[in-house]
């Protein structure tokens, strides 16, 4: 314990020092060619808890890169692996008791509920950002409070619409509508063609959010403003729920009990010929002899811009942080930074097969975008990304709000009639109060 | 004066039995005590998963009382309850007394009728989801193919039909933990009373309500509690086959707390959640305690 807490606060000196020096010393420019050295302490060994991949060779690029590091300074890394929706109470536990991995790979705003139990990862994310082009904003903001990167970003899991293309040709569209009065015809007419589009409004944690939040934030509408005041409860939010429940009478039946994996099922079972996905469909697709049809008719973009004028999406977003009880955080900052480098970052990239979009805007050029035109719209994932809980701060309540699907089930009880699109959203305001009105 | 040697060594005794009794207690106080005083504690914070509460009284109690989603899986949660109790109970004493009588491959039989005990609840969980799935149910092709509906049943997104759905399940898995337990209550219960019975021109359904349902109810009572106490906290199955969902309709109280507590990070809401769930439980155990084992005829006298 004491060992611990000296190293704590030695850490803690050292990036003071390093900080005053930044402020002082040193020219922007001179902070920004110099890459910040870490020393891995004598006999260091780390712990990296990270989602399970949903792509083998994105693992596999990983584990390279952290081959190499290896190699290179002699730092053992154990890479732990828990299904996507247990890395957050893992983590949190973990931050809480101050024991176990050092490293987290995690969602969304995990980082700003333990902010204090983080290292502070200031010097290496402004020098990464400097290097490679920046960060994306919607990504630093997950990674950053009070200015200080507390986590680095590390991608967007892009979400697009995949779509048949032979069915929307058959149902009257040359091409794929960019707004969403036009979208709504396109299903009208894909519903009318017996080839139903489907969107879940289930408890779908990743696919449902990043439906719901597209409503809403299409529409101009907001959770909260920028103080966290919520203000759902909005003409903008109204519009944002009567276009669902317009849109939701174009669906395939059923749409509201479905769950993560449901969407891409009923698309690769030709239940339904519009959906929005990751770019795994497509692959599960490319993969089995028998979808060869599928997968040479499946095309993808972006979801349809809304009154608001800009593509605005949640995506999922991954973030990387080291926790204050590592025993080892010079050599967790050096891991990190390793594997940052072009190199490293552009092989992970491409091991992700367009599954990870960048977290800065130099590997925006990573071929994989332009190996295949499924991918394009991926591409985008990191720019058109918004924080969760926009506008306001992001911590417990914003986390909280979107774990107790408040969003969610408000599209899902106004689209299903069991409430007018009034109440639903009162009572999506009254579950929004409770979290941020702490 | 001998009563004091006497005294001394019965205290003496008393303290070698309180000492023998140390390692249990010490496992009862770190294992069951300590955690559902912590739970009871959590209910009364507003802890948050990394950040230690503070004590904020019963505010997550009123919180809780304005809150319909909370209303809503009370609701569930009992009649889930209540109507899979029910059901399990029926079934399961119809499938016992079929067991107990004389029939080919008895055994063989009663084995394959512990199956969807023995299968882990997530897997029998997953096997279910497909049943129900809103575009690949295999009983909505069945129905389609014999052509008496047209298009898919929405199993789970329907709120009552998703309820009958989970409720469903959970009879079907929870259906051979009570017919093997009442199984083996009906073995205990003597031949010779049925044949007494017989002999006094007693019809089946005689011998049924005079022998067989007093000689089973001390049994009944046990069963039924751990299967309500079962039921009552149930949760994988929820949780794999809607998560809650349609719009909450499905929602327990074991899952709302698990939401808003771990996902949802808001471990003091989630233990008021949690702990909002013990007066139900004692009740169903003190109706069990009090209306179902303290009939006359287990204390000797007559019904």
């Known amino acids: 314990m004491t060992i611990n807490r000296r190293h704590l606060l030695g850490a803690s000196a050292g990036l003071v020092a390093a900080a005053g020096l930044n402020r002082f010393g040193l020219s922007p420019a001179f902070a920004q060619g110099a890459a910040p050295a870490y020393k891995p302490e004598e006999g260091a060994s780390l712990r990296l808890l990270r989602w399970v991949p949903f792509v083998p060779a994105e693992e596999a690029a990983w584990l390279a890169n952290t081959k190499k590091f290896t ?12 299904s996507w929706e247990d890395v957050r109470p893992k983590a949190a536990v973990a931050a809480n008791v101050g024991s176990g991995p050092d490293m987290v790979m995690s969602w969304f705003d995990d ?8 290292v502070d990862l200031t010097e290496l994310g402004e020098y990464l950002g400097g290097a490679h082009g920046g960060w994306y904003a919607g990504l630093e903001g997950y990674a950053k409070r009070d200015g200080k990167f507390i986590a680095l970003p590390l991608c967007a899991i892009g979400n697009a619409v995949i779509y048949r293309e032979s069915h929307m040709k058959a149902a009257g569209f040359s091409e794929f509508p960019k707004d ?9 007419a894909l519903q009318a063609k017996g080839t139903p589009a489907g969107f879940p409004h289930g408890k779908a944690v990743g696919d449902g959010n990043n439906y719901a939040h597209w409503l809403l934030w299409s529409h101009g509408g907001k959770m909260v403003d920028e103080s966290g005041k919520v203000t759902i409860n909005s003409p903008e939010t109204l519009a944002s729920v009567k276009y669902a429940q317009e849109l939701y009478k174009t669906f395939i039946p059923g749409t509201e009990s479905w769950q993560d994996v449901n969407n891409n099922r009923a698309f690769l079972a030709r239940q339904v010929s519009l959906t929005a996905n990751g770019v795994s469909a497509y692959y599960t697709a490319l993969k089995d002899p028998g979808m060869k049809d599928i997968a040479d008719d499946m095309r993808s973009t972006n979801l349809p811009i809304g009154p608001v004028g800009q593509s605005v999406e949640l995506h999922q977003a991954s973030t990387l942080s080291i926790f204050k009880h590592t025993k080892y955080p010079e050599a967790a900052k050096a891991y990190l930074q390793f594997m940052y480098q072009a190199d490293s970052m552009n092989a992970w990239i491409e091991g992700a097969s367009a599954y990870c979009c960048q977290p800065l805007k130099e590997f925006a050029a990573n071929p994989v975008w332009k190996s295949n035109p499924i991918h394009a719209a991926y591409a985008k994932a990191s720019d058109t990304l918004r924080p969760n809980g926009y506008a306001g701060p992001l911590g417990t309540a914003s986390a909280g709000v979107m774990a107790d699907y408040v969003l969610v089930d408000m599209y899902a009880t106004a689209v299903t009639g069991q409430m007018t699109a009034e109440e639903a959203i009162a009572q999506a305001e009254k579950r929004a109060n409770r979290y941020y009105n702490v | 004066m001998s009563a004091v040697s006497s005294n001394s060594f019965a205290r003496s005794n008393t303290a070698v039995g309180l000492f023998f009794m140390l390692p249990a207690a010490a496992f009862l106080l770190c294992f069951l005590t300590y955690p559902l005083g912590l739970g009871v504690w959590l209910g009364f914070t507003d802890a948050k998963i990394g950040r230690d509460g503070i004590f904020i009284g019963i505010e997550n109690y009123q919180a809780l009382a304005r809150d319909s989603v909370f209303w809503m899986a009370v609701y569930n949660t009992v009649l889930y309850t209540f109507i899979a109790s029910v059901l399990k109970f ?38 279910f989801w497909w049943i129900y799935d809103a575009q690949f149910s295999i009983l909505s092709w069945s129905l389609m193919q014999i052509g008496w509906i047209d298009g898919p049943i929405n199993f789970l997104g329907d709120p009552n039909n998703a309820r009958a759905s989970v409720i469903a399940a959970n009879v079907w898995r929870g259906i051979p933990f009570v017919a093997i337990s009442l199984l083996a209550g009906l073995q205990t219960i003597p031949q010779s009373l049925h044949e007494a019975a017989s002999l006094d021109g007693a019809t089946g359904w005689q011998r049924f309500r005079f022998i067989t349902l007093p000689m089973l109810t001390p049994i009944i009572a046990v069963v039924m509690t751990f299967s309500v106490l079962f039921t009552f906290t149930d949760f994988q199955l929820i949780y794999v086959l809607t998560k809650g969902g349609p719009v909450n309709a499905t929602h327990l109280m074991a899952t709302l707390s698990f939401q808003r507590g771990i996902p949802g990070g808001q471990l003091g809401e989630g233990a008021a959640i949690a702990v909002a769930m013990i007066p139900f439980l004692l009740a169903s155990i003190l109706f069990s305690f009090f209306g179902l084992q303290r009939r006359k005829w287990q204390q000797g006298g007559q019904d």
């Open chain 1, 71 to 82: 190699e290179a300074t002699g730092v053992e890394v154990r890479i732990d692996k828990e």
């Open chain 1, 111 to 118: 980082p700003h509920q333990y902010p204090d139990k983080l």
């Open chain 1, 180 to 188: 969403t009065a036009g979208f709504l015809e396109l299903c009208k």
């Open chain 2, 90 to 127: 029926g079934f399961g004493l119809w499938l016992a007394l079929i067991l107990n009588e004389h029939l080919p491959f008895k055994s063989f039989f009663r084995a394959i009728i512990l199956l969807p005990w023995v299968v882990p609840t997530v897997l029998s969980a997953l096997a």
